[in-house]
């Protein structure tokens, strides 16, 4: 009797369609909230700490406390989002096939708070006062620290969405020089141009409107993910419980 043909985990699958591109559409929704953070609020950026470390640090050296107050809130936002993410996803194992619940619902969480920025900002013409549009920087921040935790802690199922240096560094050095080239990484590269250009199309026709954008790209990449995983997917029910279920039956 010859050997069993071993299958095919779910933890040593790769990323399929579906999963890389919700990645793309979450880069795109990254875009989104930038252009409203950088262009209508405290002109700062929601997800991208390095840049908001150097502001902060030319803010201070021109004693300007408006950009001061803009570059501490972004960071504070990011932090809180980014460390609530952290604890509640410290557990949670993603394989390379899907992610798991908890980044899922850490996403959903993301796109509730988006959401209601979106509603205020509506509410509000598209033209917040000071204190409202110090708040929805805060808001915006830590939206974009739960995206970014989320994607860390799904691991080899994901990949970074609010900041690209790195990515585009990788592409270069390991991609190109190397002969191997990846589709996925120009198009996450362009998909933060074309959520940024669409935001700021919506930000110039109908300002009230534009928070609606992220919220939408974040609902799309969750489809996206909830695709990838399918039918039967839950815990102890994916195709690796399946393949030890079907072992232990012979």
């Known amino acids: 009797m ?17 999963l890389r591109l919700a990645v793309v559409l979450l880069v795109a929704a990254s875009g989104a909230v930038e252009t409203i953070s950088f ?9 991208v700490m390095t840049s908001n470390l150097a502001l902060l640090g030319m ?4 004693a300007q406390g408006s950009a001061v107050t803009g570059a501490v809130l972004a960071l504070g ?3 809180l989002g980014a460390g609530v993410t952290a604890g509640l996803t410290r557990r949670a194992s993603s394989p390379p096939a899907h992610w798991s619940g908890r980044v899922t619902a850490c996403l959903a969480g993301e796109a509730a708070l988006l959401g209601a920025g979106a509603g205020v900002w509506a509410a509000l013409g598209g033209t917040p006062g000071e204190s409202a549009r110090n708040a929805l920087q805060f808001g915006a921040a ?4 739960i995206q970014a935790a989320a994607m860390v ?3 080899r199922s994901a990949a970074p969405t609010t900041y690209l240096t790195g990515t585009l560094a990788t592409y270069i050095v390991k991609g190109v020089g190397a002969g191997r080239p990846s589709r996925w990484v120009p198009a996450r590269l362009g998909a933060m141009s074309v959520g940024a250009g669409i935001c700021m199309a919506v930000l110039r026709t109908a300002p009230a409107w534009a928070g609606v954008l992220p919220v939408a790209l974040v609902a799309c990449a969750l489809l996206a993910a909830r695709a990838a995983s399918g039918p039967g997917s839950g815990p102890g029910r994916g195709p690796a419980s399946w393949s030890r279920l079907t072992r232990r039956s012979r």
């Open 2 to 18: 010859s050997d069993p043909v071993p299958e095919r985990s779910a933890e040593s699958a790769a990323p399929g369609t579906a």
């Open 39 to 47: 262009t209508a609020l405290d002109r700062v950026f929601a997800g």
């Open 59 to 62: 803010a201070v050296g021109r």
């Open 77 to 79: 936002g990011f932090g």
């Open 142 to 145: 830590a939206a974009m620290g």
């Open 153 to 155: 802690a799904a691991g």
